[in-house]
């Protein structure tokens, strides 16, 4: 498994989308769509951008009962995305659902990752609002163990996370991590930040990168810094 820099595309148009990829003329980031971009413009805009040759993690975040995941998964794995996910929260018969779901005819199928708790989710919500008495962390790595048990193929967490994940489930269980800021750049509404390098070297096998590109002056170079600093 190859690491690689996911551009988060946090745009609400197909226009603003294109314009955006438009400025990388020969090269093809992985992209990351997600509910926003989505919900605006439907699975055409996958389609699009994935005949452009983009690699698409399609951020979803799937959460229901198992057979209505099990049949979306399926319509997703028809669109040929490279990456999707679904809220561990939905317990191992969802996750167990979601990837019967997306295995094609040939066997072959997207990556599938979890999310744990959000990021969003205090410790004191999930006691409050959700009865889960137990630490933030502990709950974080029992969900990730729970979907490696279910067959999925790792978790998003936080680059701080990333190296207790590969700990507790292993080198080969995926950590994509969002969360990522340049050594010299605004941090935005982000708390918990790493460096593209940090994430490296800690053994993040995926960092989602969103305004650091999107909101770069240069976006094309920041992307080459990220890629530098994280892939190299
Ligand atoms: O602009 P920025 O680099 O902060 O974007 C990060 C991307 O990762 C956004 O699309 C955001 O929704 C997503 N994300 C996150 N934290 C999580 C899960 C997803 O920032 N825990």
């Known amino acids: 498994m190859g690491r690689d820099v996911i551009i988060a595309c946090d745009f609400n148009s197909r226009e603003e989308t294109l314009r955006f990829l438009d400025k990388f003329e020969g090269k093809k980031p992985f992209v990351k769509i997600g509910m926003e971009l989505f919900y605006a413009e439907g699975p055409s805009i996958v389609r699009e951008i994935k005949a452009r040759g983009h690699k698409i993690f399609l951020d979803l975040k799937l959460h229901d009962i198992p057979n209505t995941v099990k049949k979306a998964m399926a319509v997703l794995s028809g669109l040929d995305v490279d990456m999707t996910n679904l809220h561990a929260g939905g317990t191992s018969l969802m996750m167990e659902a979601a990837l019967e779901g997306l295995t ?91 460096t593209p390098a940090d994430a490296k070297a800690i053994g993040s096998d995926y960092i989602v990168v969103g305004r650091p590109i999107t909101a770069a002056e240069d976006p094309v170079a920041a992307y080459e810094r990220c890629l530098r600093e994280f892939v190299d």
């Not at 999930?126 to 029992?142: A, F, G, R, T, Y």
């Not at 163990?145 to 990333?162: H, N, Q, R, T």
């Open 104 to 194: 094609r005819e040939d066997g072959t199928r997207p990556i599938l990752i979890a999310v744990t708790q959000l990021t969003s989710t205090s410790e004191e919500r999930m006691k409050s609002d959700l009865l889960i008495d137990k630490p933030m962390d502990e709950v974080v790595m029992h969900y990730a163990s729970c979907a490696k048990s279910a067959g999925l193929d790792g978790v998003v967490c936080s680059p701080l996370e990333a190296g207790a994940v590969h700990e507790r489930c292993g080198k080969n269980f995926i950590t994509v991590t969002p969360g990522i800021r340049f050594a010299d750049g605004a941090k935005g509404d982000q708390v918990r930040v790493m």
